[in-house]
């Protein structure tokens, strides 16, 4: 690999946690409080590989790899949100986390925000960036060409071709959906996890999981819900965003400035959809700010707050590699 796709970063580890009767994989390193980074879709966490060296010097810095994707376990399971939701809260109780950072991107954002609703043992404050703030009525509400591909992508058999036996997501989606041309060997790192169609199912769930219409109920509910987490949570909250953003755009960071209570909102300059892409020095800057400010939940005095994974999970393997 190339030097930018170094995997895992300098001073991390590779480890892999049981849960729920399958494996989830993660790297982790550093020392402080616990920051957990969650991906998205069709990505797992090597998009965080740039992002994490600025935050080691001050934070244990744990990414995950969601269930099906990455180098985690692909168990035979349907990879609806809730199935996604389930296998994160166990990894987080397998490895004892509580009163964490939780980073987010895309649905990385809805399931830390989901999380924090339902585990506010867990989850001590949260940053987003390019998430699913809110359903869509339309498919023309995600935008110029956004919506007429995605609703493509959910009709049946169109989905089922482009996205598992043509792997149009990583192939064509993912670098679409940056402003830096990925090298070959970073795209290959990216494609290596869904190598045949089976691996490919999460992928394709995770489009037919995006909430349009009021479909799928369960998921349109559960972000209706995030909503007050965002904009009105008890707990420090930040909202990273791009220039022009995709999924979160201009209309959105003006709807959390007019109605956030508390919610800081940074610009990380020129970026579409894949920020840790596009901007991650500018993401580990920010996010370094934030926790050393009236974020850190030391400085707030949160008895929550542990100083090391270790501390907390002294039996996880975390530097074993797998």
């Keep these: 690999m190339t030097e930018q796709a170094a995997w895992p970063p300098p001073g991390m580890s590779f480890g892999e946690a049981p849960v729920l009767g399958s494996r989830m994989a993660f790297v982790a390193g550093g ?67 509580r009163g964490i950072t939780v980073v987010g991107h895309d649905w990385g954002a809805v399931l830390g925000l989901d999380l924090l609703r339902r585990r506010p043992d867990v989850v001590g404050q949260i940053a987003v960036c390019e998430g699913h703030l809110h359903p869509f009525d339309r498919w023309e509400d995600m935008g110029p060409g956004a919506g007429e591909l995605f609703s493509r992508l959910r009709t049946p058999g169109v989905g089922e071709q482009l996205v598992l036996q043509e792997n149009f997501f990583v192939e064509q989606v993912l670098p679409g959906g940056m402003n830096r041309p990925l090298t070959a060997a970073e795209h290959d790192a990216y494609r290596d996890p869904f190598a045949t169609p089976r691996d490919r199912l999460p992928v394709l769930r995770w489009i037919q999981q995006i909430p ?9 509910a559960a972000v209706r819900r995030n909503q007050d987490a965002l904009l009105r949570g008890p707990v420090p909250r930040l909202l990273l965003h791009g220039v022009p953003g995709s999924v979160v755009g201009a209309a959105e960071v003006d709807w959390c400035r007019r109605d956030g209570a508390g919610l800081e909102i940074v610009s990380v300059g020129a970026g579409t959809h894949f920020l840790p892409e596009d901007q991650p020095e500018a993401i580990s800057r920010a996010l ?30 975390w530097n074993r590699a797998v």
């Design 31 to 97: 020392s402080g409080d616990t920051v957990l980074f969650l991906h998205g879709n069709p990505t797992s966490s090597f998009l965080w590989r740039r992002v994490l060296p600025g935050l080691t010097g001050s934070a244990r810095c744990v990414a995950v790899d969601l269930i099906g994707m990455g180098r985690s376990g692909k168990p035979d399971i349907g990879y609806r949100f809730a199935d996604h939701a389930a296998y994160l809260e166990a990894f987080a109780d397998q490895l004892g986390l």
């Design 212 to 220: 349009v219409g009021g479909h799928p109920a369960d998921v349109d």
């Design 288 to 317: 370094a700010a934030w926790l050393g400010g009236r974020g850190d939940c030391r400085l707030a005095g949160d008895p929550r707050c542990r100083r090391t994974l270790p501390d907390m999970a002294p039996d996880i393997p």
